[in-house]
């Protein structure tokens, strides 16, 4: 339905009167008029956004008996959609309901300006569930609509409700309701989005990271389901939701910090600061100024009080990273804030408190640091509460494809490539390999890859030779030219019948040759056209 239309609907003589106050749906709808005539008043006074959406949010809530609902503004700058105020949705549901025009319900009708009403929410192809509100509910009858708040033919946000109605003349009728409370504060909506378009863009920016940091950092967003990883998610679970002091340990390049950031964003504290700070690249003589803050006037270029990473965290996750590399002194200083969360700052003689949860990770053995006398024992012992050990790129197993293709993935948008997959040869020197870096090597190599990829494949010549040596040549003697250009040859020929299906001419054309070169070089690579052939192509022959 159209505004036009809804608004030759409202005004047909004698339909507003019938349906609106003979309550033939079953619930009366005079009590509605009591929030166009609170919106009306504001407006006359003030126009004040906030107390408009308030009013027009709590009448949906109470007289209306709507399950969830949102006033969402559009910031043309940055292009995205973001709920303004709601009912019915958590902090987390509402910071994950951002859309761009066009994506979705609400943001068809940001593009459009036209309402749409859906009469069986679930059903619809473009309902997406962004807020994730609606995850493992089976309401079939949850009806939806979505309204364009509209001024001057430039759309400029959307009120959008949901609830079950037994009757579709009662949904009707709230469409129409909310058509005319959009229409009356479009004025007020404009006015806010020019004041405070400073404001605005940066709630819109603030939820779009806030909630790009919640889903990258979630336990299932770590890519991998080996069996080692599902031990350290089942970790990560258990100590999530405590205040434990908990040991990240493992080789470099693992993923420590992403696990680190997986216990903040899944702790009570999600939304207190999560502070990172690196220990090996704190310089000696700042490492405690840094930890711990200073007075101004402590040392020379002291020109003003500073807040440590540890005032920084407070409220939230302080993650400690490589806290082996900590001199003695300052390993003594750590060693304090474990025991009391108490310190003073460098020149100052107050003791500052601090609410934080520490993360500390290292790649070396700190059992044996105590024993050398490098790292305190009474600090190791109050660090490792609850120690998780990062398992190696090389102990995962399959992670390492799944990782691969989602770094494909991940590289290939950035790249604006189509690549569709990785050839066998590839994926057997991918498996082949040891990874002395773990995670952070092989999303480089695939980086590299993507990059000299072309036709949508990433063939094993498009590796690096530290991992084409082991896999081609068997050991690490590597291999002569004619070895080398023979291998590439056999997986092009291999890769050229798969994608044909066996078809020798086809996959001929394709590399450039004749269809007897092409049998010839099959031959002496040993391959035969029926190992590429489909199960359905085989059973007709």
């Known amino acids: ?103 979705g319900i609400t943001g068809k009708v940001v593009q459009s300006g036209k309402p749409i009403i859906i009469p069986r929410l679930l059903e619809h192809p473009d309902f997406l569930d962004r807020t994730r509100a609606h995850r493992g509910r089976k309401q079939d009858k949850l009806a939806f609509f979505c309204m364009p708040i509209v001024m001057a033919q430039k759309v400029l946000g959307t009120i959008c409700a949901e609830r079950v109605y037994v009757n579709q003349k009662l949904l009707k009728q709230d469409a129409e309701l909310l058509s005319m409370v959009a229409s009356l504060i479009a004025p007020a909506v404009e006015l806010y989005l020019i004041e405070s378009v400073d404001k605005v863009r940066l709630e819109a920016e603030n939820r779009r990271l806030k909630n790009e940091l919640k889903q990258r950092f979630r336990p299932s967003n770590i890519i991998g389901n080996s069996k080692p990883m599902q031990e350290v998610y089942s970790l ?11 040991l990240l340990l493992g080789e470099s ?7 680190a950031s997986a216990l903040h964003y899944n702790s009570p504290a999600a939304d207190g600061p999560f502070i990172k700070a690196n220990c090996a690249a704190l310089p000696e003589a700042l490492a405690e100024s840094e930890l711990f803050g200073h007075e101004k006037g402590a040392f020379t270029s002291a020109i003003a009080t500073h807040k440590g990473y540890f005032e920084q965290a407070s409220g939230g996750t302080i993650f400690l990273d490589e806290v082996g590399e900590l001199s003695l002194a300052n390993q003594a200083k750590l060693l304090r804030v474990l025991q009391e969360r108490t310190f ?13 949860r520490i993360v500390a990770a290292t790649n070396r053995d700190l059992a044996e640091m105590v024993a050398a006398g490098t790292f305190r024992e009474d600090l190791f ?21 799944t990782l691969a293709d989602h770094f494909v993935s991940v590289f290939a948008a950035e790249t604006g490539k189509p690549i569709q997959r990785i050839s066998t040869p590839a994926i057997n020197m991918l498996m082949s390999y040891h990874w002395p870096g773990n995670v952070r090597e092989l999303e480089n190599v695939i980086e590299r890859s993507v990059i000299l990829a072309e036709e949508g494949v990433i063939h094993g010549y498009h590796l690096p ?49 004749t269809r007897r070169m092409m049998g010839v070089r099959m031959e002496r690579h040993g391959l035969h056209y029926k190992t590429f052939r489909s199960a359905g192509q085989r059973a007709r022959k």
């Open 236 to 246: 990560i679970h258990k100590v999530a939701a405590t205040k434990a002091t908990v």
């Open 1 to 103: 339905m159209t505004n036009d239309e809804m608004n030759h609907h409202i005004h047909e003589p004698g339909v507003f009167v019938d349906e609106f106050t003979h309550c033939f749906t079953g619930e009366c709808r005079v009590n509605v008029l009591q929030i166009l005539f609170k919106i009306n008043k504001v407006i006359a006074d003030n126009a004040d956004l906030t107390t408009l959406v308030a009013i027009t949010l709590d009448g949906m809530r109470r007289q209306m008996r709507m399950q969830r609902g949102a006033m969402m503004l559009y910031d043309r700058h940055s292009d995205a959609i973001f709920i303004h105020d709601s009912f019915g949705l958590t902090e987390q549901e509402r910071d994950r309901g951002i859309y761009a025009p066009g994506e």
């Open 344 to 356: 003073e700052r460098v020149g100052g003689s107050k003791p500052v408190k601090v609410d934080v």
């Open 381 to 401: 012992y109050r660090l490792n509460v609850f120690p998780i050990t990062i398992p190696p790129l090389r102990e995962r197993g399959s992670d390492v494809i």
């Open 465 to 513: 030779p530290s991992l084409q040596l082991p896999v081609e040549a068997g050991s690490s003697s590597g291999l002569s030219l004619e070895e080398r250009i023979a291998a590439v040859e056999q997986e092009m020929i291999v890769e050229a019948l798969k994608a044909a299906q066996g078809n020798i001419g086809e996959a001929a054309v394709a590399l450039g040759l």
């Open 253 to 259: 390049g693992v993923g420590k910090e992403l696990v």
